[in-house]
């Protein structure tokens, strides 16, 4: 079954710094990962995703992943944050033969001036 | 081009009633998927429909239905409500069947509160 990880339900950095928002996966073939933003009183946007192929992933607003398949991971990075970037992150999993998205419990960003 | 309309997008019920939420994808789109959004679990699937039949169910109990007509709009169920349906439901779009080939667009949302 595959399930996902998030570390740290709420993480702060202040503008300009660098931003890590940590996913561990689990998953029994080879995985489709997502990052999705939330902001408040909305519904999820894709920042990212990675099928196959290339491990960095670039999506938007700056956003990057990569995967790295030994340590079951996701991480998403973004150089430098923005008072913007303050939102609720989701990582998600989806495995060939069960497509729903399977979602982590979400990490909270809060970027202090 | 227009996103996801979920209607309504507030609703207050009283414990025992029924509700019916309904979701319009982007035009073209022929699929539609249904999650729940709450603060103790998180995102959880609900089903997902494509093209009026349902092809995916989450692991939630018969209170919960969904229906997809045949210009592609959906509408979810939820019958006998319990203060635990409290939550945001979300419903996502995409052009055919399965996120990992076509992607999913997602709505704001409907947030119901059970009281």
């Known amino acids: 079954a595959q399930s996902v990880t998030q570390l740290g339900s709420h993480v702060s950095v202040s503008e300009g710094a660098l931003v890590l928002l940590r996913c561990n996966y689990s998953s029994s073939v080879p995985p489709y990962l997502f990052w999705y933003v939330q902001y408040p009183n909305q519904g999820l946007q894709l920042l990212l995703k990675?099928?196959?192929?290339?491990?960095l992933v670039k999506g938007i607003n700056g956003f990057e992943a990569e995967f790295k398949k030994s340590e079951t991971s996701f991480h998403l990075t973004k150089p430098s944050a923005h008072m913007s970037d303050a939102a609720e992150y989701f990582c998600?999993?989806?495995?060939?033969?069960?497509?729903?998205?399977?979602f982590g419990t979400g990490t909270r960003l809060t970027i202090i001036p | 081009k227009a996103g996801v309309t979920q209607t309504p997008r507030y609703l207050i019920k009283t414990r025992g009633q029924q509700v019916t939420l309904s979701c319009s994808p982007i035009?073209?789109?022929?699929?539609v998927s249904w999650y729940q959004q709450t603060p103790g679990q998180g995102l959880q699937f609900l089903f997902e429909?494509?093209?009026?039949?349902?092809?995916n169910k989450g692991n939630f109990p018969g209170r919960f239905s969904g229906r997809q007509f045949s210009n592609s709009r959906s509408e979810m169920n939820v019958s006998t409500l319990e203060l635990g349906d409290s939550a945001l439901y979300l419903c996502?779009?995409?052009?055919?069947?399965?996120?990992?080939?076509?992607?999913?667009?997602f709505g704001s949302g409907t947030r119901l509160t059970v009281v």
């Open positions: 990675y099928t196959t192929g290339a491990t």
């Open positions: 429909y494509f093209s009026e039949t349902q092809r």
């Open positions: 998600a999993v989806s495995e060939a033969g069960n497509e729903k998205l399977t």
């Open positions: 035009s073209g789109h022929r699929s």
């Open positions: 996502a779009s995409s052009l055919g069947p399965g996120v990992r080939a076509y992607g999913y667009t």
